[in-house]
């Protein structure tokens, strides 16, 4: 089975992308590539070959090489890749976003525009800098598309090179390949070894296997709120079919604080320590924002000094607090989209100095970034790779990735692109979680497929470690009942609840019998990490002496029974 699955996986690598449809993708020369009212010339400053392709004299952002393509089918579906290197920076700013981005024309004589990809606070001593996308292009009659390089302010110069559009060819094989990639690290074995006292024979005995507990985390948002002092089967629910929560906005600085010094504690630590109490391990959300709007109002006027004084405190405060309470922090949450400290600071640099003190103020801590358009959609992947692998050359603490799955409405998740999207992420040599999941139909079987789809493709990919929902109940979802696992006043488990507690509690989990007759006094079988309890009987009665209870990690486990009567 392991060959064949390795040899799936080669054939589809060379088959999931097609011919390139960009010409003189390589820019050897500028044959194809246009550039309306700006300079463009050849260089030997490149990428890769001989030749890049240079744009100066940009007076607006959306100026840059463009080329018009003929191939691009109504529905299809694009992988995108190319390379920028700035030649300047603008003064005052800390950075340029580069994007790509795609121009529709169709028959009906209308225009769409399709953001590709993009790289956010580039600056001219990055140098070449990838820019990777993917995009399904619309289902109407399509006349021709043009690609664009663009994005970066005017005035700014870059060299472009080494470009291709090509065809994304579904991976029929992905479910194999996860299923594979399951067997392999999400169990290990379990070897029974059975001495039988004078007067028992194999065939008298019989031992339920019966997983208790799964290691594997899969949680859900959790409204404090709610958890505390709410409906009461909502807790029931989180208490019984999670293992792992995290906050929903409890413990967001805007939440928390939105007058100077004016601090509620209180409603964030009660979820905390009644989630303790349950059991639960809990991932904290999150320390900053950097999209201005989640800025607390009181914060935005500050600068200088007092601004990095004030982040420091709330980062030691809140840190300090929870430092032996919870798991995970996502510390500045969605940096790929906000920069507001950072502009504000006039340092892209000081992302940096938040983990610093983060991971300063809870070194036991394991701190995240956290991040959306880098799986679910595609436009940031590399973006968030190259991010990840910055900050962790800079050594200032970053443990793991957070990968935010809120897929688009009424549409399918993609195992292909989900797939390749977590392949690049992986890159940085980071664990990856998925913090923030949910699909959106409005019919609930459809919905229930999508959750497993989505589902098996995270947990059948080695660098994921943990999967959270982003909520289940349609009453407190923040996308209603089309991402609802159980709906309405009536708490009932849909299709789609249904299909995720299968997928958690039954096929991911092991309970097996074994007849000691048709198995052997000694035998090897294969079970999921978690706890674990053994049951003995002998004809058909337990011995409760012999039950026995263990844990199964990533090494093989032995398990010794000495049976009597």
């Known amino acids: ?47 890769s070959g001989h030749h890049g392709i240079k744009a100066t004299g940009r007076t607006m952002y959306y100026m840059g090489p463009s080329q018009i393509l003929t191939g691009v089918h109504p529905a299809g579906r694009y992988w995108v890749e190319g390379y920028v290197k700035l030649l300047n920076d603008e003064q005052g700013k800390i950075g340029q976003k580069v994007d790509l981005e795609l121009a529709v024309n169709f028959t009906d004589g209308t225009i769409s525009y399709i953001p590709v990809a993009s790289q956010p606070l580039v600056r001219a001593s990055d140098g070449w800098v990838q820019i990777i996308g993917d995009f399904s292009a619309p289902s109407k009659a399509i006349k021709n598309t043009r690609i664009y390089f663009q994005g970066a302010s005017a005035g700014v110069s870059f060299i472009v090179d080494d470009m291709s559009i090509t065809p994304i060819v579904a991976n029929q094989y992905w479910r194999a ?43 859900t ?11 009461s089967r909502y807790q029931d629910f989180i208490n019984k079919h999670f293992n792992w929560a995290v906050s929903e ?106 983990f610093r003190i983060a991971h300063q103020a809870g070194p036991n801590v394991k701190l995240f970034l956290n991040d959306y358009d880098v799986v679910a959609l595609g436009s940031l992947t590399t973006a968030y790779r190259d991010q990840a692998v910055r ?47 949910d699909v959106m139909a409005s019919d609930e079987h459809t919905r229930a497929d999508w959750y497993e789809t989505a589902l098996r493709a995270f947990y059948g990919h080695p660098a994921v470690e943990g999967i959270m929902l982003w909520g289940f109940w349609s009453k407190r979802h923040w996308r209603g009942e089309p991402a609802a696992l159980v709906s309405g006043d009536s708490f009932t488990l849909n299709a789609a609840g249904q299909r995720f507690l299968h997928l958690t509690e039954d096929e991911w989990m092991t309970k097996e019998t074994h007849r000691l007759d048709q198995s052997g006094t000694s035998f090897t079988t294969r079970g999921f990490h978690g706890d674990y309890e053994a049951v003995v009987k002998v004809n058909g009665k337990e011995v409760t002496s012999l039950r026995q209870y263990f844990t199964l990690e990533s090494s093989p486990k032995a398990v010794s029974v000495h049976v009597h009567q």
Request: proline fraction near 3%.
């Open 1 to 47: 089975m392991a060959k064949m699955v390795v040899l799936i996986t080669l054939l589809f690598s060379s088959l999931v992308r097609g011919q390139n449809l960009v010409l003189n993708g390589d820019m050897e020369s500028l044959t194809n590539w246009d550039c309306w009212g700006f300079h463009c010339e050849l260089t030997t400053d490149h990428h």
């Open 177 to 219: 390949e996860s299923d594979s990639v399951i067997e392999r690290l999400r169990k290990s074995d379990i070897k029974f070894e059975f001495t039988l006292e004078n007067g028992i024979s194999s065939n008298q005995v019989e031992i339920d296997i019966i997983q208790t507990k799964k290691s594997f985390p899969f949680g």
């Open 221 to 231: 948002a959790v409204s404090a709120d709610d958890y505390v002092h709410g409906d």
């Open 249 to 354: 906005a409890s413990l967001k600085w805007d939440i928390m604080e939105p007058a100077k010094g004016q601090i509620n504690y209180k409603r964030a630590f009660d979820m905390i320590y009644k989630l303790l109490q349950n059991g639960k391990k809990i991932r904290a959300h999150n320390v900053v924002w950097s999209e201005p709007k989640y800025v607390p109002q009181w914060v935005r006027p500050l600068t200088g000094s007092t601004l990095k004084n004030t982040v420091q405190q709330r980062i030691q405060d809140i840190v300090g607090r929870t430092k032996n309470l919870v798991e995970h922090w996502d510390v500045d949450n969605e940096n790929l989209h906000g920069f507001w400290f950072q502009d504000t600071l006039h340092d892209r640099d000081y992302n940096l100095d938040i």
């Open 391 to 437: 900050f962790k050359n800079a050594n200032v603490g970053l443990h793991g990735v957070g990968v935010q799955c809120h897929f688009t409405a009424n549409t399918a998740p993609d195992p292909t692109l989900i797939k390749k999207h977590l392949d690049i992420i992986s890159e940085a040599g980071l664990p990856i979680w998925v913090t923030e999941f």
